[in-house]
């Protein structure tokens, strides 16, 4: 089955840029759209923003100026880069799979998500 | 921004009923999502499209729509359904996703 694994650094220091990647395997990146999302420690679920396989984004307007996601199919891989990281950007990201149904969205496919603290 | 509202806390003793709500303009006219996350793991979805429950989720889910407001209801619930949950959907014009704060159920 399609399984998603998040990578990249655990720690990075403010004002760096945040660069994680989402390895999809067992299935092919192609005709689907990927999504990041993050969960600060104790706290609720937002969204990042999404990337289809041919590289069309659309992301959370919260975010929007600091963010980046491509994709690299040839790799069968997804990529987060976040710009110039505080503390409130501490959190545990998921990539995961976003499905459009009638006019809206849901997620039918998670990554174990990945720690990644801001500190210096 | 839009925005989905949920109790931060609903506390249910063993096998009675739980029912956590989720509250937003748009959801008259877009379908909810709820997600059961435990501690340490990734969301998995429970509830779509208000009322569908996906392969291999236990039938004491189930989702229920009315109006600006959709429930998520666990009936005859278990220690193991102890977790937080969290509804999804996405704004009137279908451009972005939102979730509510999340509703941790405690099993007495």
């Known amino acids: 089955q399609v399984q998603l694994q998040e990578s990249g650094p655990g720690l990075v220091k403010p004002s760096e840029t945040l660069s994680l990647t989402c390895s999809v395997s067992?299935?092919?990146?192609?005709?689907?759209?990927w999504s990041w999302i993050r969960q600060p420690p104790g706290k609720g679920l937002d969204w990042i923003g999404y990337i289809f396989y041919s590289g069309s984004t659309n992301y959370n307007p919260s975010l929007k100026s600091r963010v980046t996601i491509s994709v690299d199919t040839s790799k069968n891989q997804f990529s987060l880069k976040l710009t110039s990281v505080t503390a409130a950007d501490t959190a545990v990201y998921y990539c995961a799979r976003q499905t459009r149904y009638s006019s809206g969205w849901y997620f039918d496919l998670w990554g174990r998500g990945t720690l990644v603290t801001v500190s210096s | 921004s839009y925005e989905l509202t949920q109790p931060p806390s609903v506390s249910v003793s063993p096998g009675q009923t739980a029912r956590i709500t989720c509250s937003g303009d748009?959801?008259?006219?877009?379908?909810a999502y709820w997600y059961q996350q435990k501690p340490g793991q990734a969301p998995v979805l429970v509830i779509c499209?208000?009322?569908e429950r996906p392969s291999g989720i236990p039938e004491r889910f189930s989702g229920s729509s009315s109006g600006t407001t959709v429930t998520l209801t666990i009936s005859g619930v278990q220690a193991e359904d102890e977790a937080d949950y969290y509804c999804q959907s996405s704004d009137s014009s279908g451009t972005y996703v939102v979730f509510g704060g999340g509703t941790k159920l405690t099993v007495l």
């Open positions: 499209q208000d009322t």
């Open positions: 748009a959801l008259p006219k877009q379908y």
């Open positions: 067992g299935g092919s990146i192609s005709s689907y759209y």
